[in-house]
């Protein structure tokens, strides 16, 4: 087998070899057409081996402790016999597009594990601080045999929905302490939250904690659940001790049975699954558009005489968009 042969990166998956593993999600997340098209192929074929896993979306504010956080809970998972994954979507570099945090040197212990797989990616500007290819990742990492996989996210931004709909729960990391901590967080996160997690609830900060949990439940509270069947809890842990993290554990494995059992996680999957077929579909057409001699020919003229007033915006748009009525007829 050579490194073009599907069976390669296949097989190296499936035998649960994490240098196979990682060349798989860099193949896959290459830009070069050669490697795109072996890289859908490569995810086709190891599809029926997904699915098996929770997945889990953490956000949160900055200086919420969420490498901390994700560290203490993922070796907590670990030593319970899981294997986790950890997917971290770090700010992409303005110049090179590279990953500018270096998660494994963030998750020191978590990285040596055996059962655990941590792979930092650039996010590249993508709507949401997800990298365009986390979900592909996501799937090979389950065919892998990792049975949980977290996700986390730059932070909190205006796109939340973006991470929430591509993972079965959804955490929100918060501290307290820190100015009105209700200004700290968009509506749109309390919206499709699963869970709030109060962190640093430790020594002398518990009864702010105390405070922020209660402030935090009562703006929930005010909100319509996302699912008829779970009520979004606010918890508190500490990253530091260790203290609360079994019980976000427990909330998560409440969470999945009970919309396991309704049905919920799998049409939720589905749903997701044909909106992430949409968002590829609008981003293709995209780059398909603005990539095509005649739109590059004519942009920077149009943009021109938008500027300088010698045409309206909607008029501009309008010529351009009469080039796809072109091709269409042709």
């Not at 699963?194 to 439940?217: C, F, P, S, T």
């Not at 749903?271 to 558009?289: H, I, K, S, V, Y």
């Amino acid at each position: 087998m050579t490194i073009q042969d599907p069976e390669h990166y296949v097989t190296g998956v499936l035998n649960r070899d994490n240098l196979a593993l990682a060349r798989t999600i860099t193949l896959i997340e290459s830009t070069l057409p050669a490697h795109q098209e072996l890289a859908r192929t490569v995810v086709d074929r190891l599809l029926p081996r997904t699915g098996r896993s929770i997945r889990i979306g953490i956000t949160g504010i900055p200086g919420s402790g969420k490498s901390t956080f994700i560290e203490r809970f993922g070796t907590m998972l670990t030593g319970l016999g899981h294997r986790v994954a950890v997917l971290a979507i770090d700010p992409s570099s303005s110049r090179s597009g590279g990953s500018i945090l270096g998660d494994k040197t963030r998750m020191e212990k978590l990285a040596v594990d055996p059962n655990a797989f941590i792979r930092p990616s650039p996010s590249r500007g993508t709507l949401g601080g997800v990298g365009r290819r986390t979900r592909e990742t996501m799937l090979v990492c389950e065919a892998a045999g990792y049975d949980v996989v977290i996700i986390e996210t730059v932070g909190v931004g205006q796109s939340e929905t973006t991470v929430a709909s591509m993972v079965d729960f959804f955490l929100v990391l918060m501290i307290a302490g820190a100015g009105d901590e209700l200004q700290g967080i968009k509506r749109g996160v309390l919206e499709v939250a699963d869970a709030i997690v109060i962190n640093k609830a430790d020594g002398d900060n518990l009864a702010r904690v105390e405070m922020a949990r209660k402030d935090y439940q009562a703006a929930l509270n005010m909100l319509m659940p996302s699912s008829p069947n779970w009520s979004p809890p606010v918890l508190t842990c500490s990253s530091v001790e260790g203290t609360g993290i079994d019980t976000i554990w427990k909330t998560i494995l409440d969470h999945h049975d009970k919309l396991t059992a309704c049905g919920e996680i799998a049409e939720k999957r589905k749903t997701q699954d044909l909106e992430w077929m949409a968002f590829l579909l609008d981003d293709g057409l995209r780059q398909w558009f603005y990539t095509s001699p005649h739109v590059q020919e004519a942009l920077p003229r149009l943009r021109k005489n938008v500027e300088e007033k010698k045409i309206s915006p909607t008029a501009a748009a309008d010529s351009l968009l009469a080039f796809l009525h072109d091709r269409n007829g042709e």
